[in-house]
């Protein structure tokens, strides 16, 4: 096929939409992952393991769960079980901020959960310094 100035000017145009729609979501969901809710953070990177209804399952491993899980009364356990990772659950240090307060929040209000207060960005940018830092140790 030839290429028209025409056809030309329409691959360029959409190519540079689609260049500016991912740098608008980059500005607050750059680092790995491009989801932009604690639902979809949830459904692509969490129910694998923990089951699309959180009541977790057993087999192979022990997936606990996190309906009805007293844990997460703690806003920061669930924040720093994400950072860190636990055992058998690898860590999601690669999620923006905002997506793990986005997660923690969501599982901590669904679910059949309702505990109380919001996990801000800046606490889990606080304990993203405190603990994962350079020095941490990861276990494993
Ligand atoms: C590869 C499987 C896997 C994935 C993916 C996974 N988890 Fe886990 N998760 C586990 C396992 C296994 C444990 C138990 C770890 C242990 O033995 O202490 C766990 C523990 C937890 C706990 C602590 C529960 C408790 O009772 O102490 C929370 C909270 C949690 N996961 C949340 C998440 C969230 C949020 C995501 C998605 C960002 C996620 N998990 C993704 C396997 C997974």
Redesign the pocket.
């Known amino acids: 096929m030839t290429m028209t100035p025409h056809k030309i000017g329409l691959l360029l145009c959409a190519g540079l939409g689609v260049v500016t729609l991912a740098g608008a979501a980059a500005a607050q969901y750059e680092r790995g992952y491009p989801y932009r809710s604690g639902e979809e953070?949830?459904q692509r990177?969490?129910?694998?393991?923990?089951m699309p209804d959180a009541r977790g399952a057993t087999g192979a491993?022990?997936?606990?769960?996190?309906t009805g899980?007293r844990?997460?009364q703690t806003p920061l356990?669930?924040v720093l079980?994400?950072l860190r990772?636990?055992?058998?659950?690898?860590p999601?240090s690669d999620?923006t901020d905002q997506q793990?307060a986005d997660?923690?929040n969501?599982?901590r209000s669904h679910f059949g959960n309702s505990f109380a207060g919001q996990i801000t960005v800046d606490q889990v940018k606080g304990l993203r310094a405190r603990a994962v830092g350079k020095n941490d140790q990861r276990p494993g």
């Open positions: 953070t949830y990177l969490c129910q694998g393991c923990h491993g022990a997936y606990p769960a996190l899980n844990k997460l356990y669930p079980i994400v990772g636990q055992k058998a659950m690898p999601f999620l793990v997660v923690a969501y599982i």
